[in-house]
């Protein structure tokens, strides 16, 4: 079977794609990795022993309390790195940088959405985590356990996280705005014995609460595993209080020692989950390891941003997905960087708040998302114009395909035609950048993420794991461990075999990790990455599982059954749209829509909200009773129906599916 990417804004004109940026001579001139025969060197030697590679680099960039016995223990599909090597992230990330002249740089720069803002230092930092380490300890919370960070974009998010990481307990971030269920899940999942929160956070301008999801997700021993709630104020909203569980943290800050010694981690030992959505059944726990993690997103946030000493770098994510993880907490600081966070986002009634944020800090490396540049590229480019963005020197986008025409805004209006744009594509299973371009070293063409960082093996291959001629699409695969990869689906290694691993059947033993994108190579060897190939939706960079929204659909006592497919939208890059049959006594209604609208918000958060919903007498279904999805989808663009109709089971239903009803 072909891939049948269903997610790709423009996919024609990025094939026709011809223009190419050669990197500025003044940048490569200074560039850590400079010219395309550096990286080739680079490359060539780490393909030739990635392990030797990596080895290298563990020994050179990370601190070890001890060194590992062996570099790549690989029992497909499972992986170790650095084996028998101890250390901690957040000794690497705070406490070595205390004996440089870094103490006393800010780490964390934050401003916060209503004007406020704060600046953390290393020294600052260090102290906050060691406090809330401290309380974390007082709480109960051990070495292996698991604890819940349900957050707003406040430096408090990545103390928090910085502060797991210290004392051996593995975080589980929950983006904010999940709902109550969706926290529930992911809490029960990694039985959270502690959940970091805030009374709220400020969005588009509102204070949005926080609390009382939480409130929601625990009520009745619904979470059995969680004995407290840190709670950070945020917002000064009424919150409700369960005596006992819920500690304020500014009631047990002043009290707690700013000193805690870092814990001496395995390599192997758990950092991290973060659920994500898949093909089927319920959102999986990624699990990330210690050693491995620090060392990729280390090394890639310093070469892909070339990062120097003064730079101040600011990722637009929020700390809730992989993003947030990798490149606004983890790989700036341990490379002892500026990492701006922003508690806002864009908006029709703040259309310069990003600028204003690059022209208030001289933010030199800016990292965002497509469906934000098109957003502020509707707004006009008389917004970045007003504000001095000359700080800039290299821009960098993530989370979904970039289309050439906000590419070439970008790179004209944002970067006044002189800062490379690094399009770097990853997973939340990949842990860090995959494919993207060195900004000294690779030539950048609007819409491809070029070539792969030094170390990954990434190729196209057809179902059966045979590489294609260069240009046809196939599917996007990883040949050789990275150190940063996934270990596991927590709790179900089987999956985590299924999904990543045996979809291309392994030949002679050679597991291939199967990314889920399709994808093609040009004659150059420049990746264009052409978007999902499975059920996944791609909703303003943020992944949704079609079936997850289904089940929260059939969960609606009208709804007999649902089907949900992405279409095309100019901003978000994919909408959800959603067919559903209604239970026999219901009967359609505009009334009802909204309210299936919001059950969905309820069930799983805003994000999966769906953009359209039309109510079907039945759905397209192959004789052995499989939704026909290609069919749905073209529906719900308005096209004609691409392939073969005989199939079906019921040929009647089609045209009925045009309309509501
Ligand atoms: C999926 C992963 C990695 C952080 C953000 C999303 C898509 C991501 C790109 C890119 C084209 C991209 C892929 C991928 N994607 N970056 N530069 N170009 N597509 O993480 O939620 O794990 O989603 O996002 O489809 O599989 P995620």
């Known amino acids: 079977m072909a891939p049948s990417p269903n997610s790709q804004p423009a996919i024609e004109s990025i094939l026709q794609e011809q223009r190419l940026f050669e990197p500025p001579a003044d940048f490569a001139k200074d560039a850590a990795v400079s010219g395309a025969d550096q990286y080739q060197t680079l490359y060539d030697k780490a393909a030739a022993d990635p392990a030797a590679f990596w080895a290298e680099l563990a020994e050179q960039e990370l601190h070890w309390f001890k060194k590992w016995d062996t570099v790549l223990d690989w029992q497909p599909p499972f992986a170790k790195w650095f084996v028998g090597g101890k250390l901690n992230i957040s000794y690497n990330c705070l406490d070595r940088h ?96 502690v959940v970091i929160t805030a009374d709220g956070g400020f969005r588009k301008d509102k204070a949005m609460p926080l609390k009382p999801a939480v409130d929601q997700a625990l009520a009745g021993d619904a979470v059995p595993s969680v004995t407290n709630v840190l709670v950070v104020q945020r917002t000064k909203q009424a919150v409700d209080w369960t005596d006992g569980r819920d500690v304020w943290w500014h009631d047990v800050k002043p009290e707690a020692s700013n000193d805690c010694p870092a814990e001496p981690m395995d390599s192997e030992d758990l950092l991290f989950i973060l659920y994500t959505s898949g093909t089927t059944g319920k959102p999986k726990g990624v699990v990330h390891t210690t050693g491995g993690y620090n060392l990729y997103t280390h090394t890639t946030f310093q070469w892909a941003f070339d990062i120097k000493e003064d730079d101040v770098y600011w990722c637009t994510a929020d700390v809730g997905w992989i993003t947030g993880h990798s490149y606004i907490v983890y790989g700036p600081l341990s490379n002892g960087a500026t990492s701006v966070m922003y508690e806002g986002a ?20 800016f990292y965002t998302a497509p469906t934000a540049i098109r957003a502020f590229l509707k707004m006009g480019d008389q917004h970045p114009n007003a504000r001095d963005l000359s700080s800039l020197r290299i821009l960098g986008t993530v989370g979904e395909p970039i289309n050439p025409e906000a590419w070439m805004w970008y790179h004209n209006v944002i970067g006044g035609e002189k800062c490379p744009i690094i399009d770097t594509w990853w997973q939340t299973e990949t842990g860090g950048f995959m494919i993207t371009p060195l900004p000294g070293a690779i030539a950048t063409k609007p819409g491809s993420a070029t070539k792969p960082f030094p170390g990954i093996l990434a190729d196209i291959v057809d179902a059966e794991g045979n590489p294609v001629p260069a240009n046809e699409g196939g599917y996007l695969v990883i040949k050789h461990p990275w150190p940063s990869m996934m270990r596991t689906v927590y709790g179900d290694d089987a999956r985590f075999r299924r999904t990543y691993w045996e979809h291309i059947p392994p030949k002679d033993g050679n597991y291939v990790y199967f990314a889920g994108d399709g994808a093609r190579k040009d004659e150059d060897g420049y990746f264009w990455i052409m978007g999902r190939t499975d059920d996944v939706l791609n909703v303003s960079g943020h992944r949704l599982g079609t079936m997850e929204i289904e089940s929260a659909l059939v ?15 100019e901003l978000k890059g994919e909408d959800v749209f959603a067919f559903v049959i209604l239970e026999g006594t219901h009967t359609a209604s505009d009334e009802l829509k909204v309210e299936l609208k919001q059950h969905v918000v309820k069930e799983i958060g805003a994000i999966a909200r769906p953009g359209e919903i039309r109510f079907a007498a039945g759905l397209p279904k192959t004789r052995s009773g499989k939704i026909i999805r290609r069919f749905l989808r073209n529906l719900a663009s308005g096209e004609e129906l691409v392939g073969d109709a005989t199939t079906m089971e019921d040929q009647s239903v089609l045209e009925k599916l045009r309309t509501d009803g």
């Not at 969960?555 to 939208?569: F, I, L, T, W």
């Open 346 to 365: 864009p908006r029709a009634s703040n259309p310069g708040c990003f600028w204003d944020v690059v022209q208030k800090y001289k933010v030199t490396i």
């Open 555 to 569: 969960s609606h006592p009208a709804v007999a059954e649902a089907a949900v497919v992405g279409r095309k939208d």
């Open 98 to 193: 205390l004996t440089t002249h870094r103490r006393d740089k800010p780490a964390l720069v934050w401003e916060g959405e209503p004007g406020d803002s704060r600046t953390l230092t290393y020294a600052e930092l260090h102290g906050e985590v060691c406090q809330m380490a401290n309380v974390l300890k007082d709480m109960g919370v051990a070495k292996g356990d698991r604890v819940g960070i349900y957050m707003p974009m406040i430096p408090e998010a990545a103390i928090a996280m910085l502060a797991c990481a210290r004392i051996g307990a593995a975080h589980t971030v929950v983006f904010g705005g999940f709902s109550s269920e969706a926290l529930r899940d992911r809490l029960n999942d990694a039985e959270a014995k």
